[in-house]
């Protein structure tokens, strides 16, 4: 835990934010704050507590990035084809899943793989899983960048054929987030916070760890929430094009995993600190490529 703590010398005060580490090998780190606690002084704990962690993160991401690439040079393009089907309708089985689809692991990979149509499912939820596969094999060979108009295009070939009312539109009403105590922002910001978001995104895209990355355009995309519905399917294809672009492995959130992922989301939207989930998305994602570490 990151903490303020004052030092007396003689009649003068010295802040540091500090850091007593208890796991494995005992580490303390500090870092002077001045005389005065500083008015951004929650901002100045957060950095701290962030560079703390990616001291331990990015060794580990280089080392999976690294061997991730050394496997994939010796398998043939048909077999990494085949791979990557078979991700998708796990990844496709458990996106709809966790948004509330009642397609099951076993009716999915009937659909998508033999073309099988599970009896007695809504078509909705039918055609939604049909029209994600299609979509995510898509994004992961598109070669363009995320952009406003690249993201509200998946929005809308996701929903287009179910949804049509709100599908690639954003929302220009307040909603709310079932079993949640986040509130997202008014429907009057959304515009501004997703011009922000892309400004951000093309900022700092060269300058952290793609994993981190992926994991921040997730979080703060699914933060601003613009759009009607449809909102984590949309950034957890987001988070999966940037792993591919930088040529990491991808990540699927499994459906098991739902309630921690939520708690993760919730923890980091209501404190303004993106540390919550990030720590959640590296310990997944280390779990995930323990096999490369």
Do not use: C
Not at 179 to 205: C, E, I, M, R
């Amino acid at each position: 835990m990151v903490t303020v703590v004052n030092r007396r010398k003689g009649n003068q005060d010295y802040y540091y934010v500090y850091h007593d580490s208890k796991k494995g090998k005992r580490k303390q780190r500090e870092e002077y704050l001045g005389k005065a606690i500083p008015a951004d002084v929650e901002d100045r704990k957060k950095n701290f507590a962030l560079g703390i962690e990616r001291e331990e993160w990015i060794p580990s991401l280089e080392r999976i990035y690294k061997n991730y690439k050394k496997e994939q040079n010796k398998i043939p393009p048909s077999i990494q084809e085949k791979n990557l089907n078979s991700f998708s309708v796990k990844f496709t089985y458990n996106t709809q899943r966790i948004e509330g689809s009642t397609l099951t692991l076993k009716d999915t990979s009937f659909l998508l793989e033999y073309g099988l149509t599970p009896s007695n499912r809504p078509s909705r939820d039918v055609k939604e899983t049909e029209i994600h596969q299609k979509l995510f094999l898509d994004v992961i060979k598109q070669k363009e960048d995320l952009s406003l108009n690249v993201v509200k295009k998946w929005h809308k070939k996701l929903f287009a054929q179910t949804k049509p009312d709100m599908a690639g539109l954003f929302r220009d009403y307040d909603v709310a987030i079932g079993q949640s105590q986040f509130v997202p922002p008014s429907h009057t910001a959304v515009k501004l916070l997703v011009t922000g978001f892309f400004k951000w995104y093309n900022a700092d895209k060269k300058k952290l760890n793609p994993v981190e990355l992926a994991a921040l355009v997730h979080l703060k995309f699914v933060t601003i929430h613009p759009f009607g519905d449809g909102n984590g399917r949309t950034t957890r294809l987001m988070m999966n094009h940037v792993l591919n672009k930088f040529g990491y492995p991808l990540l699927d959130i499994d459906y098991g995993d739902r309630r921690s992922y939520y708690n993760a989301l919730e923890k980091s939207q209501i404190k303004d600190d993106d540390l919550p989930f990030l720590k959640w998305f590296m310990k997944r994602y280390f779990k995930s490529y323990k096999n490369y570490l």
